[in-house]
């Protein structure tokens, strides 16, 4: 089955005895479905909470919790953490309960990560409504996130005053809702967040924005590109997630030059061709082009290839991989 984007996730259809397995690192994400999940459990049912974690627990002790219920109630919701730490016993015992798992008991596991050519996480993974609960990878995925907080806030904000926001705050979820929610409490009864309420609130304090970072690579200028990139890497950014920015940057360059070379004007291309870009990029992306060429585009997806394959399977460090990767993306042929 495939796995539900956590913002996609409804908790309307819950029911007890269902079980549940959220995957990915953003612990934002985790706790928002977790508490949904809690918050319809309890409507269901006068269910324990017992919440239990990967590094922990012993496998007498979850074998226990798993198949014994409290006097006091006929239910139970388990919350397992970070289960990706749990070890070989406690993993085959969690994995054998979903062979004949409780009507009246519903789990909860959440890890970072899963390897389900493991035959227990396997069979985890098949008795699970599995969600995602990834970070978001570029700047863009916060935009659905914003438009649904801001609804539940009662707020709104315009094109320029979201995009602003969007540029300034980590690439971060909980990040991104803390600055929300004091946004809010700056607006007041007003319904409106404006630009120079975002501005206010968060300034141009954010270092190494994705925004800085296309600058630098649009116009090829080596040492603030390495800045950025090391800013990113140390405020804990994931290797594959920036590489996953200069790939999708990559692609919007050899998307527009397509274009260009089939005669289409800047002014169509900004107007039609652009839509997953903000207005104000968009121009920016057309000047970008006009740094590189078609020519340099194999050479240049050869090298994002080589450095995500580098990345995956040897034992060298992200951070020199990226800055090479960088380097050799910049150098002009």
Not at 160 to 174: H, P, Q, S
Request: overall charge negative.
């Amino acid at each position: 089955m495939e796995a539900t984007a956590a913002l996609d996730f409804s908790a309307k259809d819950v029911r007890l005895g269902q079980n549940f397995l959220l995957v990915g690192s953003d612990a934002y994400l985790t706790d928002l479905v977790s508490d949904l999940i809690r918050a319809r459990i309890r409507d269901l049912a006068a269910a324990d909470l017992v919440i239990i974690y990967g590094d922990e627990v012993k496998a007498a002790e979850l074998n226990d919790l798993l198949d014994t219920y409290s006097i006091f109630s006929s239910a139970k919701l388990v919350l397992l953490r970070n289960a990706h730490l749990l070890l070989k016993a406690e993993l085959d015992i969690l994995a054998a309960y979903f062979e004949n798992p409780s009507e009246l008991q519903t789990l909860v596991v959440t890890a970072e990560k899963i390897d389900a050519r493991v035959a227990g996480w396997k069979k985890i993974r098949d008795a699970c409504q599995t969600v995602a609960c990834d970070p978001p990878r570029y700047s863009g995925q916060l935009q659905p996130w914003l438009q649904r907080t801001l609804a539940k806030l009662g707020k709104t904000m315009n094109a320029v005053a979201a995009e602003t926001f969007i540029n300034r705050v980590e690439l971060d979820y909980a990040n991104a809702n803390n600055e929300l929610q004091k946004l809010a409490l700056l607006a007041g009864d007003n319904k409106q967040i404006t630009e120079e309420d975002v501005l206010r609130s968060i300034g141009f304090s954010r270092a190494g924005t994705q925004a800085d970072f296309h600058r630098a690579l649009g116009g090829r200028q080596v040492a603030p590109a390495l800045d950025l990139l090391e800013k990113m890497l140390s405020s804990d950014w994931a290797s594959l997630q920036v590489l996953f920015i200069i790939n999708r940057f990559y692609m919007h360059i050899y998307h527009i030059l397509l274009l260009k070379k089939n005669h289409i004007s800047n002014a169509e291309i900004n107007k039609n061709h652009l839509g997953d870009l903000f207005p104000k990029q968009r121009g920016e992306f057309l000047q970008f082009a006009e740094n590189y060429t078609l020519r340099d585009m194999p050479r240049i997806f050869d090298i994002l290839l080589d450095t995500d394959s580098k990345i995956k399977t040897t034992a060298a460090s992200d951070p020199v991989l990226l800055t090479n990767c960088v380097l050799r993306l910049l150098e002009k042929a």
